[in-house]
């Protein structure tokens, strides 16, 4: 079954920069884009970006442009977002997500369990 | 691409039936998903391409639109279907989500 497992909670302060992983499992990690979505606390969800299957495409959200990098390593079957200039608005719980079919980019259909990020100093 | 849910929230009790819309700024063909979402637990796709239930989701959901106007519809509620529910967009990037409705129990 597919299994998206995120790396641990993370506290930094405001200036610095964040590095989240996702280990995939359970179907062919190159076969399917993937996506990050972001919740503040008590807020709603917001798509971040999505990287293509085999990471040779990228597309951020506007708001993110300069900021936000998206990678994957094939090997180890991880995808990993990377938000630099950290500031207090960006305290949130953030989600990968695998798409729904091999046919993408399009919905997410199975969602990681979500790590914090707390920026504060 | 903006999307506007309605209501932002209500209350419902077990064995109602609910609806929810979602708006979108410009039309957005069939491409649009639905979420559920449980407190403190990760969003749950049910619904995809406006009407399509996902595999395991209970029949009691159903989805219908295209173009700007899109329905949830939530037949018989469960215990478990009190939580927010999200519509996103997949037309075209950024892939936005609606501002989210909460359900709760009457």
């Known amino acids: 079954q597919v299994q998206l497992v995120q790396s641990g909670a993370e506290v930094k302060k405001p200036g610095a920069s964040v590095k989240v992983s996702c280990k995939a499992s359970?179907?062919?990690?190159?076969?399917?884009?993937m996506h990050w979505v972001r919740q503040a606390p008590g807020q709603g969800l917001e798509w971040m970006g999505i990287i293509s299957p085999n990471g040779d495409s990228t597309t951020y959200a506007q708001k993110f442009q300069g900021r936000l990098t998206m990678t994957r390593d094939t090997s180890t079957s991880t995808v990993y977002m990377e938000l630099s200039s950290l500031r207090s608005e960006d305290t949130a719980v953030y989600y990968c997500?695998?798409?729904?079919?091999?046919f993408g980019p399009g919905e997410p259909g199975y969602w990681g369990h979500g790590t914090l990020v707390t920026v504060s100093s | 691409i903006q999307l506007t849910q309605s209501p932002s929230s209500l209350s419902a009790s077990v064995g109602d039936s609910v609806t929810i819309t979602c708006r979108a700024s410009q039309g957005i063909n069939s491409y649009l998903a639905w979420y559920l979402q449980q407190p403190g637990k990760a969003p749950k796709l049910l619904i995809y391409a406006a009407s399509t239930l996902q595999t395991g989701v209970p029949s009691r959901f159903s989805g219908i639109g295209s173009g700007t106007d899109f329905t949830l519809t939530i037949s018989s509620l469960q215990p478990e279907d009190f939580a927010t529910y999200y519509c996103?967009?997949?037309?075209?990037?950024?892939?936005?989500f609606g501002q989210g409705t909460k359900l709760e129990i009457k």
């Open positions: 359970g179907y062919t990690f190159s076969s399917y884009h």
């Open positions: 997500a695998r798409d729904l079919t091999i």
């Open positions: 996103q967009q997949v037309n075209s990037f950024p892939y936005t």
